[in-house]
């Protein structure tokens, strides 16, 4: 029996600092539709994307990201950067890349004072680069998608 990947797999990076996260997340949304022809499906449309996730991180590695603040000034002044997910474990192995995201703090804390578990911290972040998603080194968006939007 061979080792499989899990959630323990994963190291990530959020633009040049490697994390240990609680929990982290990468949802891709693509409206691409149905085309209908008096009501009949009769072909596709392509329909506009979007991508966001939530970290979750205790304060120690809340306080790496804080560094990054403290150099921009803000936590909003914080630039855009990429992301990247990666794990091997046995013959399987996954990298998973987002470009270009915005930080975005949702839960400042997440204090429970009755249990012994470190306290967390919560930040939304969204994809801004036309890059977008790249999965084992392949682009979610075809090349027709980012035609005039990347060099």
Do not use: C
């Amino acid at each position: 029996m061979t080792a499989r990947i899990s959630g323990l797999s994963f190291d990530v990076d959020i633009g040049d600092v490697v994390v240990h996260v609680k929990n982290i997340s990468l949802s891709i949304t693509d409206n691409t539709a149905v085309s209908t022809t008096r009501g009949v499906p009769d072909g596709h449309v392509d329909g506009d994307v979007a991508a966001d996730g939530e970290i979750e991180l205790d304060t120690k590695n809340f306080l790496l990201l804080q560094a990054k603040a403290a150099a921009a000034g803000s936590w909003r002044g914080i630039d855009v950067m990429d992301f990247a997910y990666y794990a091997k474990a046995g013959t399987e192995e996954i990298k998973v890349e987002s470009f270009g995201n915005k930080l975005s703090i949702s839960d400042i804390l997440s204090i429970d004072p009755t249990s012994n578990a470190a306290a967390t911290h919560k930040i939304k972040y969204f994809v801004t680069s036309p890059d977008f998603v790249h999965i084992n080194g392949i682009p979610y968006l075809s090349a027709n998608d980012t035609r005039d939007l990347i060099g």
